[in-house]
Each structure stands twice: as C-alpha cells, then as structure tokens.
C-alpha cells in the first residue's frame, strides 16, 4: 500500500482506503461479522483511512468502526459526515443546534472525543454560499470536537466554490472511468490549494467490477434496485448516474483493457490512481476477498500510454455525452 497526503493535515492516508456505505445499509442485506472481517482486513493490508457517515444504516456503520477500533492498535483515520439527518435538504438546516447534535450523536457512535474529519455530506447547494456554517465548522474545531474538516458534493461547481473556504482540507467527490469531469479545471483548483481529493463510488456501485449483468438481482433495499433513476437521491449515486444497459456495454468493451492478471476492479482503481491530485478512493466492499483485490490496485504498475487513450477514448464516445454536463 502506498500513502498520500490528505490536504494541509500532514495525514499519510492510503491511496486507496475504505468506504462504508455499503456495510451500514442501502446496499441489500449486511451481516455484521462479515463487514467487520471486511474491516480487518483493510487494516490488515494497510489501509488507515475509512470513511463513514451518521445515516449510513443510521449509525451502524460509524458503531462497527468504533468497534474496528476497540480490536485493533494500529492508528487509523476516520471520515464521517453530516447533514443528511435532515427531514429535507434546506440551507437553513445547517444551523449551529443542528450540526452540533449531529456531531456529538457521531461521537457517541464512534466512542470518541473528536472526529478525525467531518464533512458536509451534500448538502444544498446555498450551504457553499453561507460562510457562518463553515464558522459553525471553526467553532467546533476550536473546541476540539473536530480535528479537521471537508465537504462532500454532487457537482464540480459546488467543490469549485467550497475549497474557497481556507480550512476546507477535503472535498470527497464522485470520480471514476464513467465520472471524469473533476479531472478537468477542479482538480487543478484543489491541487492549487492543497485540498484534498477523496475518489468515491470508485466501481460505479460495483459495475466497474465487470462483474453485473443484465440478470444481476438485487434486493428491494439496494440502491441499485430502488434508485437506478434518482428515485430517492441523486442518480449519479447509483452506477455513477449510467444508464444501466450502456453502462454493461462500455463494461465488456473495458474488460478487454484490462492488463494481465489485473482484474476489472482493479484496473479501474489503478486509473484512479494515475492522477496524482486524487489523495485516495475509497472503494465501498462488504467482504475481505473484495477489499484484498481492491487493495492489490495499489502494487499494480501504472497503466500503460496505449490503455490510458483507450479508457479515455471510450469515455469520450460511450459516456460522456449521457453525463458529464449533469455534474
Ligand atoms: N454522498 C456521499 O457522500 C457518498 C455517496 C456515495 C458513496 N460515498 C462513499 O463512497 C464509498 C464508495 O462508493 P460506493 O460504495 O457507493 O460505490 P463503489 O465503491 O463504486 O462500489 C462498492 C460496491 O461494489 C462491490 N464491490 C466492491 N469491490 C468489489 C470487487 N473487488 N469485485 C466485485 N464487486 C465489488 C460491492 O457491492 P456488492 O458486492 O453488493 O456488489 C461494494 O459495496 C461509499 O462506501 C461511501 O463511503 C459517499
């Protein structure tokens, strides 16, 4: 595993981390064990960086970090957020009583004193215009509930405008083989100004494992069977905003790319990994056999030249018309 640093934190963060979504809920049907061998194992391969949040199975994501804690003595970070605790995504939501309950239920989740990094989970698009919630962030940093903080977005504009704030240290944004807008003016902002990048939905909610097809079934609770369309949250949550029958398309022609002995999935980590504003990905797994192959990305050689045009070419053509002027 090789490390980055995360924004002005001096954090060495493994390039590619953990995401915790899926083992808190909205992704089918978790068993704890399982998720928290799952956990294991990404300490066990390096990881020291995982990301959470305080509705992600209303707190049993940040409960089984706690508990990751409890058994283990290595020193790791973790990432949470807040914000979608909100009935409806107001500006006027993000008020100090609201945030500050949010944080101190994070802290009892995490059985900690301070979370490492809180971020705005996406929230309204007017919160990047209210500079008193980014001093609420301040205020709670200065009385030692946080060590640091970012935000989360749906668009590159929102991130544009939030790392205008000077203690903005992350902007966790969507960005794979299917989302490469960041790449463009945003990457080159937050390089500028030492922010952080944290890579989320990596996979395309697994699709870019190669390893869904058009039988693939998925439980009433999953995502990727309740919001294919933006039915409950941002569609470009669920297989990066895709269509579904395009997204398989593109998916067998990426299979072909893929190096020898290097997976799909890792192939499209390793992309991830040949742009050096990105501080890490945070690939979402529910067991240890998917966060080993996942990690192995990091040990892979770059990509060559001729794979990266390719990769590049197949965006242009196949995706980049469905999606990239929608965030
Ligand atoms: N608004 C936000 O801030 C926000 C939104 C989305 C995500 N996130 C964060 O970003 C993280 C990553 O995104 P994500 O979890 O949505 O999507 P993802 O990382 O693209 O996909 C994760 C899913 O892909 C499958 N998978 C993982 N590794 C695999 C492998 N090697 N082979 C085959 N399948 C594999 C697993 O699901 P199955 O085994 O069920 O297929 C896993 O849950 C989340 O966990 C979360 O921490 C944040």
Same mark, same amino acid.
């Given at each position: 595993m090789k490390y980055r640093t995360l924004g002005r934190t001096g954090w060495k963060i493994s390039e590619i981390s953990f995401g915790a979504w899926a083992i808190g809920g909205a992704w089918g049907n978790v068993d704890d064990a399982e998720s928290l061998a799952a956990l294991h194992a990404a300490l066990d391969g390096g990881v020291n960086f995982f990301d959470t949040a305080d509705v992600y199975g209303d707190g049993r994501s940040e409960r089984l970090l706690a508990r990751l804690k409890r058994e283990r003595r290595e020193k790791f970070y973790i990432a949470t957020k807040a914000g979608r605790r909100l009935p409806q995504q107001t500006p006027e939501g993000y008020s100090r009583k609201n945030l500050t309950a949010w944080i101190e239920r994070s802290l009892k989740n995490l059985d900690t004193d301070a979370i490492d990094l809180l971020q705005l989970h996406c929230p309204h698009p007017d919160v990047f215009y209210r500079p008193e919630v980014f001093g609420i962030l301040d205020d709670l940093v200065q009385a030692g509930k946080l060590r640091h903080y970012g935000v989360s977005v749906e668009k590159v504009e929102e991130a544009l405008k939030a790392i205008e704030y000077p203690k903005v240290q992350s902007v966790q944004i969507i960005f794979n083989i299917f989302r490469q807008r960041p790449a463009d003016l945003f990457f080159r902002e937050a390089q500028r100004r030492k922010v952080g990048i944290? *890579?989320?939905?990596?996979?395309?909610?697994?699709?870019?494992?190669?390893?869904?097809?058009?039988?693939?079934?998925? *439980?009433? &609770? &999953? #995502?990727? #069977?309740?919001?294919? #369309?933006?039915?409950a949250f941002d569609r470009g949550e669920t297989f990066a905003g895709v269509d579904f029958d395009v997204a398989l398309a593109a998916v067998e022609e990426l299979k072909k790319l893929a190096p020898r002995k290097t997976t799909l *999935?890792?192939?499209?980590?390793?992309? /991830?990994?040949?742009?050096?504003?990105?501080?890490?990905? /945070?690939?979402? *797994?529910?067991?240890? &056999?998917?966060?080993?192959?996942?990690?192995a990305a990091s040990d892979l050689p770059p990509l060559s030249q001729a794979t990266l045009k390719k990769i590049h070419a197949l965006y242009e053509n196949r995706i980049k018309p469905l999606v990239h002027q929608y965030w």
């Open positions: 944290l *890579a989320r939905v990596p996979l395309a909610s697994g699709m870019l494992s190669g390893k869904i097809s058009r039988t693939s079934h998925f *439980a009433r &609770d &999953d #995502h990727r #069977h309740f919001n294919r #369309h933006g039915e *999935a890792q192939m499209a980590l390793r992309w /991830i990994l040949e742009f050096p504003a990105v501080t890490c990905s /945070i690939p979402g *797994a529910k067991r240890p &056999d998917q966060v080993r192959e996942n990690l």
